[in-house]
Every structure is written in C-alpha cells, then in structure tokens.
T-cell receptor, first 115, second 112 residues
C-alpha cells in the first residue's frame, strides 16, 4: 500500500518568507509525527498528533513553527519568517495508534533551504 | 529515554556479516531496544526491536546482552543496499513518550 508522502520534496526560500510543508500519513494511522534533521545530525522531534487529542508541541523550537492536522489525516507544518538555521530536512512519520512501541513509518522528507 | 552510544562509522565487505554494537548502560527494566536505519536521501525505516531475548526477522538479528547494557544488530550477509546510518533507540513501554531520540547513529559503508 501507499506509504507516507511529503511535499514538496525540495523547497528553496528566502530568509523572512513563510513556508508550508505537507504530510500525507498512511491511511488509517491515527498518530503523526514531525521531525527535523540538520545536515549530518540525528532526528529532532518537533510535534506529535494523536487522534483528536491536543498535539504534543514540546519539540517546536520557536513560535515561528506551527502545525495543523485536518480531519485526522493530512498535516501541514508552517514555518513563519524563515531563518537560515531552519535549513534542514523535515521528516514526517505516522504510526497505527501512537503507542510507545509502535513502529513509525517515515516519509522521504522535505529538504528546506533558506537563503 | 536512556542514552545510547554507537560508533560513528563502520565498514564491511559485501556478502560478509556485520555486527553493529550499541551501549545503553543506563537502560531501565521497561526500555525496549529499537533499531532503525536511514538509507541515503530517505527517511528512517524500522529494522527490529527487542526487550530481553534475542530476536530475528527477515532483515536482521538482534543480540541483547544478559545484563541488557548492550546490544548488537547483526546483518548476516551485507549487501550494497545495506549501506545506511543505523540508529539504536531505547523506548519505554510505560511512559507516554512521543519523542524517539535518534542519536548520530553508525554510518555503515559496504565495500564491493
């Protein structure tokens, strides 16, 4: 079946502009995660959605970052007034129910470059 | 999550077995040991996980030390496609922890 998809695959923007990154999770998965991966680094947790519960936003690095998940499916990560340090690969993952032992299935990521 | 320690890089020859070590000396009794890998230009993918007993699946085997302070991911016959960064992660069953803490992992190079 279809895996997690993300769009765009690459995004180049100018400092100060807003960007929106999209994630389509696996159908039927109730949990959705966003991570950020800087060049040569491990993954940094950003935000987690589980069903209709309030999202866990504890990993968002600043108030310029926000995310929504509409209808329990598609999610959009928005970065306002982008800075050069926001350049990274943004990865989305989904899991069936969000339990701690659930396998997370990752998308290919969106490579963001802020000039 | 407890911290894990892995070598930065390892090399292997194609068709030979590979043993990727992970130290987790502060592991708690409820922590499961998970392995993910990240192929070039892709998101991470699940490999295997275990608690106390050794585990086998179609991708790899996981050998867990008796004291659980270390584990080893075993690729029985490395192929060029196995070149990736391998992450060892501890996840607790009892805690509602949504944050999988990926460290820097081990970059595996497979030589033909």
């Amino acid at each position: 079946g279809a895996g997690v998809s993300q769009s765009p695959s690459n995004k180049v923007t100018e400092k100060g502009k807003d960007v929106e990154l999209r994630c389509d999770p696996i159908s039927g998965h109730t949990a959705l995660y966003w991570y950020r991966q800087s060049l040569g680094q491990g993954l940094e947790f950003l935000i987690y959605f589980q069903g209709n519960s309030a999202p866990d936003k504890s990993g968002l690095p600043s108030d310029r970052f926000s995310a929504e998940r509409t209808g329990g499916s598609v999610s959009t990560l928005t970065i306002q007034r982008t800075q050069q340090e926001d350049s990274a690969v943004y990865l989305c993952a989904s899991s069936f129910s969000g339990g701690d032992l659930e396998t997370q299935y990752f998308g290919p990521g969106t490579r963001l470059l802020v000039l | 999550d407890a911290k894990t320690t892995q070598p930065n890089s390892m090399e292997s020859n194609e068709e030979e077995p590979v043993h990727l070590p992970c130290n987790h000396s502060t592991i708690s009794g409820t922590d499961y040991i998970h392995w993910y890998r990240q192929l070039p230009s892709q998101g991470p993918e699940y490999v295997i996980h275990g608690l106390t007993s050794n585990v086998n699946n179609r991708m790899a085997s996981l050998a867990i030390a008796e004291d659980r302070k270390s584990s080893t991911l075993i690729l029985h016959r490395a192929t060029l496609r196995d070149a990736a960064v391998y992450y060892c992660i501890l996840r607790a069953e009892l805690y509602n922890n949504n944050d999988m803490r990926f460290g820097a992992g081990t970059r595996l190079t497979v030589k033909p």
